[in-house]
């Protein structure tokens, strides 16, 4: 069974940084596209951003291209969300997940990012 284990969020102010993890294992994780994905208190889950199996190519939401970056380190199982110019808009808790083709059914217990002053 494929478990995800996210680390890396907190309470940082509006234009601050953070830089999530995220660890898988149970899986041979260079097979397959990763996604960071969110989810606010009354709202539905939303993909952040994808990367592809290999780390070429990646893929983001409107809301948050050009200051997120993902990355991915196959040989330690390890997915990054690198994240700059935070808003408040942009709290959540944070989830890693495969992007394609469905996300795993287990997740992770995610990790919580809070923008506020």
């Known amino acids: 069974q494929v478990q995800l284990v996210e680390s890396g969020g907190g309470l940082v102010q509006p234009g601050g940084s953070l830089r999530l993890s995220c660890v898988a294992s149970?899986?041979?994780?260079?097979?397959?596209?990763m996604g960071w994905y969110r989810q606010a208190p009354g709202k539905e889950r939303e993909l952040v951003g994808k990367?592809?199996?290999?780390?070429?190519?990646?893929e983001y939401s409107e809301s948050v291209k050009g200051r997120f970056t993902i990355s991915r380190d196959n040989s330690g199982g390890t997915l990054y969300l690198q994240m700059n110019s935070l808003k408040p808009e942009d709290s959540a808790a944070y989830y890693c997940?495969?992007?394609?083709?469905?996300?795993?059914?287990?997740w992770g217990q995610g990790t919580q990012v809070t923008v506020s002053s």
């Open positions: 990367i592809s199996s290999t780390g070429d190519t990646t």
């Open positions: 997940n495969r992007a394609s083709p469905i996300p795993w059914p287990s």
């Open positions: 149970g899986t041979v994780f260079g097979l397959w596209a």
